[in-house]
């Protein structure tokens, strides 16, 4: 069974940081669970050229909307989380426990 991480993006700038991470990750046979914010994911084609339909097939993408998401539960089993980049909006909401979206649960 292949290891698995969760990615989020979210709209700071740097986000051929996350690019490097998922590819990198993606080519040591990891499965990696994506959560892009809106913003995140338009400043990431913006950057870099990627649109979602460009990952590789074991990233699997996940709306930052979707609450009932296997992510949203604690007892989704992952290796961690990587926030990269993490703007500051997503940090606090992430820190105080009142975030509404995926990403911040």
Known sequence: MSKN???GLTGASGSIYAQTLINVLAGMDWQVELVMSP???QILTYETGITRTSFPENVHIHENTNLFSALASGSYRTQG???IPCSMNT??????????HLLAR
């Not at 606090?92 to 975030?99: K, P, Q, R, S």
Request: hydrophobic letters at 55%; a negative charge; zero cysteines.
């Open 5 to 7: 991480l969760v990615v």
């Open 39 to 41: 913003t995140g994911e």
């Open 81 to 83: 989380m990587v926030v």
């Open 91 to 100: 940090l606090g909401l992430m820190a105080t426990g009142t975030g509404e």
